[in-house]
């Protein structure tokens, strides 16, 4: 008669395999299971894993070194427990498990960079809806709409300039500003900003007001006059915004 494996064995030989997979240093490998067999388990498994972030961090693996960045991998096949099966999130779970190792030695850039690496595919396959919007709408007396496939980011270190040849050791005195869009032909554009756009994006992004409103806000607290070459240098932003596909025009009333 052929011996049967209960629920509880076959959950524990489960366990002990995922776990050996994940850490072959700190689990053996469960019994009855072929080392050549093992082994090609272990390889495929891993490299799965390593050469999809690879693909998502390709700056962070070349500023590493192969060493240390596959070193890393391993720590994140070991040691992290995602949130979600899903691999266009894999790389959003490894910058979490970057955000866990703070102050285990990791260059301090390291988290930023990630992120700013990760921002491209997070904006290409953004699936939000878009709002309702007038596209030849007043951006000055009415609502200016921001596009939901923008982000406005503001970064301690110069991510977009770190690489093997760039290593820095201090932050700048002044944040790094970038702005990231998704162009009307679906390509990510990356682009350094102005602390007053940065600024009026966050003005513009809260919906709150018009676009007149906000250049008013933007003048108040930058400490300056809204007059009219003021207001007409913003409106002349504003076009431009719209025109480039970071505002999509104005809300419909």
Request: with cysteine; hydrophobic share 45%.
């Amino acid at each position: 008669m052929a011996r049967t494996c209960s629920v509880p064995d076959l959950h524990r030989q489960q366990a002990a395999f995922a776990a050996h997979l994940r850490d072959p240093q700190a689990h053996p490998a469960p019994p009855g299971i072929d080392p050549r067999r093992m082994a090609i388990y272990r390889e495929l498994f891993f490299n799965n894993i390593a050469g999809l972030l690879g693909g998502n961090f390709p700056v962070i693996r070349r500023t590493l070194g192969e060493e240390a960045w596959t070193a890393l991998v391993r720590r994140f096949y070991a040691d992290h427990r995602s949130h979600t099966p899903l691999f266009p999130e894999l790389a959003r779970e490894f910058i979490r498990f970057l955000e866990s190792r703070a102050g285990q030695g990791d260059p301090p850039w390291l988290v930023e960079l990630a992120h700013y690496e990760w921002i491209e595919l997070a904006v290409q396959i953004d699936d939000s809806a878009v709002p309702a919007h007038d596209p030849t709408g007043d951006l000055l007396d009415g609502k200016p709409v921001v596009s939901p496939f923008v982000r406005a980011l503001a970064y301690r270190w110069p991510v977009h300039t770190i690489g093997p040849e760039h290593r820095p050791a201090v932050a700048p005195a002044d944040s790094t500003l970038l702005l990231v869009r998704r162009d009307h032909e679906g390509r990510v554009r990356f682009a350094a900003i102005s602390p007053l756009v940065y600024r009026l994006l966050e003005l513009l992004a809260d919906g709150a007001g018009s676009g007149r409103a906000s250049l008013q806000a933007l003048a108040a607290e930058a400490g300056v006059s809204a007059d009219e070459a003021f207001m007409a240098q913003g409106e002349e932003m504003l076009e431009r915004m719209r025109g480039e596909g970071t505002l999509l025009g104005s809300a419909v009333p």
